[in-house]
């Protein structure tokens, strides 16, 4: 089970210690570190990173408020719950993102609900960072003397002509002598060999015409076309239905 790295700020001892106790439970938090005042949490919070910070506003020297500000900064994703005797601060406290804020005395049910709330949001960052870095992914080829990067999403198919290869996106065609095989293993799922001189992208086909033995795959703002066999026709309609989720 993934864990997530917890840090505590807070001056009080027993406010820690019933924190630690809390915690002491749920095995997907681990508290990595605790720190008494708020220049100690913020060299903490660059040191171990962590996912989440339970931070008091009222501290010794730099308070809370100011010392997660810092810490934002360096740790945009940190998932901030402010626990604190004072109310007068949660309007300031939500401005700057916190994920929750909780006035003392700490409620075991409270506290459960900050961090489940703080987990979900964690969860859905990183799925958006993945989903950034998939939409970003791009094919390397070598191609006349030069080596392209070519956004996997900008390319419509891959073709087999004569002893080369050509990569096509809507208005350019890039010529490589890899061979067809060594340009498959390198793609997304989303792509798929519909004959034995094609590979396709499944996500721009727009459209599918009988063409006499064959089938003609055709692309959105493109006039180009590939070639899906008869023997292909039904897994390639089976599977645009999936990726679309149709």
Do not use: W
């Not at 958006?128 to 970003?136: N, P």
């Not at 070639?227 to 149709?246: A, C, F, T």
């Amino acid at each position: 089970m993934e864990s997530f790295k917890i840090i505590i700020a807070d001056d009080n001892v027993t406010s820690r210690t019933l924190l630690r106790h809390f915690i002491h439970v749920l095995p997907q938090y681990k508290i990595v570190a605790e720190a008494v005042n708020g220049e100690e949490f913020v060299r903490l919070v660059l040191e171990e990173k962590p996912d989440i910070v339970l931070v008091d506003i009222n501290m010794p020297g730099l308070n809370g408020m100011e010392a997660v500000k810092i810490c934002k900064q360096a740790v945009p994703a940190l998932q901030i719950i402010f626990i604190t005797g004072y109310d007068e601060f949660a309007v300031e406290a939500f401005e700057i993102s916190a994920t929750d804020y909780i006035v003392k005395p700490i409620e075991r049910v409270r506290l459960f609900h900050a961090l489940e709330k703080a987990r979900k949001l964690i969860e859905l960052f990183r799925q958006d960072c993945l989903s950034t870095k998939k939409k970003d992914k791009r094919l390397g080829i070598k191609s006349q003397g030069s080596i392209l990067f070519l956004p996997l999403d900008d390319i419509l198919f891959v073709e087999k002509e004569s002893r080369k290869t050509v990569i096509h996106t809507s208005n350019e065609r890039y010529e490589t002598t890899e061979t067809l095989s060594e340009i498959e293993s390198r793609l997304d799922d989303y792509f798929f060999k519909t004959h034995r001189s094609y590979i396709v992208n499944l996500k721009k086909i727009v459209k599918i015409a009988p063409a006499g033995e064959t089938y003609l795959a055709h692309f959105l703002d493109s006039h180009k076309f590939a070639y899906i066999s008869k023997l292909k026709i039904n897994e390639v309609q089976k599977k645009i239905l999936e990726i679309h989720d149709i």
